[in-house]
């Protein structure tokens, strides 16, 4: 242990609660926005990161010659926005979010670093945190570039995110708050 | 934790700030097809022969090969065709909507969505008339409401004019090589 949270100053440990406490919310929020533009099922992601259009899954090399199809809409099927995710915007999405979620993982893996755990545990928690990014976002490269079928990967990603998580918040805020050996 | 900190308001800054919605889809459509009750949604799947097609005229191919035209009829006659386009930029994307008459040019352009940062720099483009200059553009003619409004705006304003004329150009190119495919 490089420090010990159970014994650490209270600024220390309400900064950590506070943290953790956002975190949380902000993971909420983000299992929410999932819901909403991707869903849970690897149906649902395949389609968000997939080839676009109709024939989702028939379709992901370019045809040889341009092809037309035409069917009717209703007006409120033209202002629902089926969110799909082309590559430039995973390009930048990537670019964006990775960063985010590594010092999401870094900022977890230090209050992970102070809790009273054995050594193993606390590498496999870091690598959970880590790999969970490199999860989530290489299923949305590899559901783009090679098979819809490894969405599966991106929602290993998510689960691992809250995963790590919420093993970092309930064992620090046992051991800070009520633990004191 | 000086660095931890540094870190996390770094990456902050970098994060795109989220989207917002200028003008309902279903708003656009009404505006951009008007009388139109009936619709249908042409999409086109683009071969690799005609994405280098559309990329060596303006610098962009469809995502995804995917090029979707919405078609609004009334009575069984064409009223016109829209379609919605993305741009983007560092600062996250702005999603245009442009209509076409059933002569094929280009009836009018909303701006419906940018993200919050971009918002008071689109407005105030969209203020200094910038989407007048695209009606009754041919699809061959290059747009040019950027050059018009940029002298009586500021410079961020100026860029999301030019942002604007590039998705303009983007449907334009779009409409003139896919829409009459059968």
């Not at chain 2, 009404?30 to 559309?54: K, T, W």
């Not at chain 2, 009018?108 to 009754?136: C, H, I, N, Q, S």
């Amino acid at each position: 242990m490089l420090y010990d949270l159970r014994h650490s100053d209270l600024r220390v440990r309400w900064l950590v609660t506070l943290l953790l406490a956002t975190l949380g919310t902000s993971y909420l929020f983000g299992a929410w926005m999932v819901a909403l533009y991707a869903g849970f099922s690897p149906r649902k992601v395949a389609e968000t990161y997939g080839p676009a259009g109709e024939a989702v899954m028939a379709m992901q090399m370019p045809p040889e010659t341009t092809m037309v199809s035409e069917r009717p809409v209703s007006m409120a099927e033209m202002g629902e926005e089926m969110h799909h995710v082309d590559r430039d915007l995973l390009v930048q999405d990537t670019h964006v979010h990775m960063p985010m979620y590594a010092v999401i993982a870094a900022c977890l893996s230090i209050i992970a670093l102070g809790l009273a755990i054995p050594r193993w545990a606390g590498l496999s928690i870091i690598t959970v945190l880590f790999a969970a990014p490199w999860l989530d976002f290489a299923g949305m490269w590899l559901t783009k570039l090679a098979s819809p079928g490894f969405a599966i990967v991106t929602l290993a990603g998510g689960w691992a995110m809250a995963l790590g998580y919420t093993i970092v918040a309930v064992i620090a805020t046992y051991q800070m708050w009520w633990r004191k050996p | 934790m000086k660095t931890l900190v540094l870190g996390a308001v770094t990456a902050a800054l970098l994060h795109i700030t989220p989207t917002v919605v200028l003008v309902k889809r279903q708003d656009a459509v009404a505006h951009l097809l008007p009388g139109a009750d009936q619709f249908a949604a042409r999409e086109v799947h683009v071969s690799s022969a005609d994405s280098r097609r559309i990329h060596d005229a303006v610098g962009w191919e469809p995502p995804d090969g995917m090029v979707t035209f919405y078609v609004g009829k009334h009575q069984d006659q064409v009223a016109g065709a829209l379609m919605f386009m993305r741009v983007d930029c560092q600062h996250g994307p702005l999603e245009l909507a442009i209509g076409f008459d059933p002569s094929g040019k280009i009836r009018g352009v909303e701006v419906t969505k940018a993200t919050v940062e971009m918002k008071p720099w689109v407005l105030e483009a969209l203020r200094a008339g910038l989407t007048d200059a695209y009606r009754g553009l041919a699809p061959d003619q290059a747009p040019a409401g950027a050059a018009k409004v940029k002298p009586r705006i500021g410079a961020m304003p100026g860029y999301m004019a030019e942002l604007v004329d590039k998705g303009v150009m983007h449907a334009a190119a779009a409409y003139r090589l896919f829409y009459g495919r059968k």
